[in-house]
């Protein structure tokens, strides 16, 4: 729960719209903060506090972020290519990295985010050491300047400390840029992670890579308890392939066999899988984290979205590559996409895709007492502008989910805390900082 800091007055806003749950959202609702939770929800009530004009949702989570991807952004669209001609070019950021100009980049991308409403993130962190693989003096260095710049930015963040050991799924050694994801062992990364220093505003959880970068020795003796556990899983086909090769078994069995999936594993992008992974999937309770404008821009496919919520399997959403930083433009592309490879419509409902940028994302990120317009709940609030050309005229819900976008977002509370106002962000001037920021990584 958020630091208590003592009796305070409790801080009072009045919304036009909220949306608190279920397929419609309450008219004119007060809500009541006190010490960064909420003390008080009150629909069809009078007038009183400041007003919220427009529709108010919880906290969106961002599930997936790889902040320093968002250097690329614009860059890599010039010719034709895949994933893996790609992952080139992340390299070649990724190498030009350091602690302050790493810290410098996030906090101007975590700003980003809380423009676009998002209030807590989720860092699938594997840019660990300095060029060639040498330690840093704090050997958490990149990771303590992620979690400052979220602190600054204003957002909350569930550091995902990813295991990296191999270039491949035959466990050729890390070279070139990958050597400074790797930690040698499960022994040393463990040992590194336990470190971290923690604040109020950080969850630790740990990752691995995929079964490209862990091999079956190492994820065997990873044990996460109850702390939340990501893992890329089935973004191309070639992973697959090397996967059957290998182990003779897709990676959602090979997951399944080494005991790490269940309600508090993630797996991310899930794009190319069988029916047999889909029941996996479900069965267990794992939470299939979707990156729609990432898995469109490096044309990896679509994932089986509603097959896989159909199974039990609950869904949250990731911006990845930030080729985008906008989660309505995230939750409409899981349904759009189900209607481009089914050629039919209303796979989801407004309020389960809301759902999933909100409660179940939260969920997926360690933070089960956020996403929720309710007492008890941290106090994170983003309004959305239904007057603006994109919004004017629709029904709020959808108007959020079908309509809205980033630039829609005019307030935004975290854990009580004001953070946008009127469509800015309070402490930093964000797209100065961004152009800095890529100017220092880009040659």
Not at 172 to 182: K, Y
Not at 374 to 391: F, I
Not at 394 to 404: H, Q, R
Request: proline share 6%; glycine share 10%; net charge negative.
């Amino acid at each position: 729960m958020p630091l208590t800091r003592g009796a305070a007055e409790p801080t009072r806003y009045h919304a036009d719209y909220a949306w608190l749950g279920g397929e419609a959202p309450a008219r004119d609702v007060s809500i009541e903060i006190t010490d960064g939770v909420f003390s008080a929800v009150v629909p069809d009530s009078t007038p009183a506090g400041e007003r919220l004009s427009g529709l108010t949702l919880p906290g969106l989570a961002n599930v997936h972020s790889h902040a320093f991807h968002r250097a690329l952004r614009g860059r890599t669209h010039g010719g034709a290519g895949t994933f893996w001609t790609w992952r080139d070019r992340m390299y070649e950021v990724a190498d030009r990295l350091d602690p302050d100009s790493y810290h410098l980049l996030a906090r101007a991308v975590y700003g980003e985010m809380a423009l676009a409403g998002i209030t807590c993130v989720g860092e699938f962190h594997y840019l660990h050491h300095a060029p060639g693989g040498a330690r840093y003096a704090d050997p958490n260095a990149m990771g303590h300047a992620l979690l400052a710049a979220a602190r600054e930015a204003g957002i909350r963040i569930t550091l995902l400390d990813a295991l990296y050991l191999t270039s491949t799924v035959d466990g050729a050694p890390l070279d070139g840029p990958q050597r400074r994801f790797g930690d040698g062992s499960v022994d040393a990364w463990a040992t590194r992670v336990a470190e971290v220093k923690l604040d109020r505003h950080v969850a630790i959880g740990y990752a691995a890579h995929s079964v490209r970068a862990v091999p079956a020795p190492a994820l065997a003796v990873l044990d996460p308890g109850k702390r939340p556990f990501h893992v890329h899983l089935s973004e191309q086909r070639a992973e697959n392939e090397a996967c059957q090769a290998r182990y003779g078994c897709s990676p959602t069995e090979f997951l399944d066999r080494s005991e790490l999936l269940g309600p508090y594993t993630t797996v991310v992008h899930a794009t190319h899988l069988s029916t047999v992974d889909v029941a996996t999937l479900g069965g267990g309770r794992t939470h299939v984290c979707f990156c729609p404008t990432t898995e469109r821009e490096l044309a990896d496919g679509i994932g089986p979205a509603r097959a896989l919520a159909d199974a039990g399997a609950p869904l949250c959403l990731g911006s990845d590559s930030h080729a985008v930083i906008d989660l309505f433009e995230e939750a409409r592309a899981v349904e759009l996409d189900e209607r481009l490879r089914t050629e039919r419509c209303g796979h989801f409902a407004p309020a389960e895709l809301l759902d999933a940028a909100t409660s179940t994302g939260h969920s997926a990120l360690g933070w089960p007492d956020a996403g929720r317009i309710a007492p008890g709940y941290r106090a994170d609030l983003v309004t959305v502008d239904l007057g603006s050309v994109r919004t004017t005229g629709a029904e709020p819900l959808s108007a959020a989910v079908f309509a809205a976008g980033a630039p829609d977002v005019t307030h935004v509370v975290v854990d009580g805390r004001p953070v946008v106002t009127d469509g800015r962000h309070r402490n930093l001037d964000v797209p100065r900082e961004l152009r800095d920021a890529i100017a220092t990584v880009i040659a």
